[in-house]
């Protein structure tokens, strides 16, 4: 019977697989993009020593999703300093002098990037929910009563944790929250906590999206709201015909 680390680095041997390439040798790391392709690393000999780079992808990553590229580049910066490792034009990179630290240099570069792309789509998917809030505001204030729709409306959850929702609207009697998505999973899983955590007899609950959302994400998010675009939103709160 085989020892349970022979099965185990049996099982696991393509996760650090290597290939050698015209940017170096290619190693398949355990880290993750945000749309969970694996972070490739990349080793090249550099005179006696070695150097750990990304080969520019994670900032192709991070402009695939959307991302400008110089705040793509702020954000990498921001993580570099973190991971301590460096960032070039494009590169993320790490210079190490012998062998025994290449471990260590490939963690700290598919780490470095894996957090920047996260990061970076985390901040792009916050900009878009805020212009779509802001239209759905545009859109709303002029039907309601004064003062009734506000932005960042702080909110206590059943289960003790604070939420800031991205627009409410308080009638005499009722409140609607309304959350804004984007259809990335980041934005998609927050808002799915956040109103999953409203009682249903507290609070009408929207989740308000640019009508680009996958069926997939509006029947998950059915289960805690109703899910309408624009449009949909102003007839549930300023109307009375519901729209999905």
């Known amino acids: 019977m085989k020892a349970l680390c ?13 290939k050698e390439t015209e940017n170096g040798a290619r190693i398949r790391t ?13 080793v090249a000999k550099l005179g006696d020593g070695f150097v750990v780079h990304d080969a520019g992808e994670t900032v192709a990553v991070i402009m695939a999703n959307g991302q400008d590229g110089d705040p793509a580049k702020r954000v990498i910066r921001s993580e570099c300093k973190r991971y301590d490792v460096a960032f070039g034009e494009r590169q993320i990179s790490l210079k190490i002098d012998a062998a025994e630290w290449l471990e260590t240099a490939i963690v700290a570069v598919a780490n470095t990037a894996a957090a920047a792309a996260r990061n970076a789509l985390k901040d792009n998917s ?6 779509l809030a802001d239209v759905i505001f545009q859109l709303l204030e002029p039907k309601l009563a004064k003062g009734t729709i506000t932005k960042s409306f702080p909110y206590l959850g059943e289960s003790g944790r604070r939420y800031k929702f991205d627009l409410a609207v308080q009638g005499k009697d009722h ?6 998505v984007t259809p990335h999973a980041i934005s998609v899983n927050s808002k799915y906590v956040a109103l999953a955590d409203v009682p249903p007899e507290s609070a009408k609950k929207i989740v308000a999206h640019n009508n680009d959302l996958s069926q997939e994400d509006i029947l998950l998010l059915q289960n805690v709201a109703i899910v309408a675009g624009p449009s949909g939103v102003m007839d549930l709160v300023a109307g009375s015909r519901i729209q999905h």
Request: hydrophobic share 45%.
């Open 126 to 131: 916050k900009r878009a929910e805020r212009n």
């Open 30 to 42: 355990t880290c993750v993009f945000p749309s969970f392709e694996p972070v490739f690393v990349y």
């Open 6 to 18: 022979d099965i185990i680095l049996a099982s696991t041997s393509s996760l650090w697989a290597c």
């Open 175 to 180: 409140l609607t929250l309304i959350e804004t």
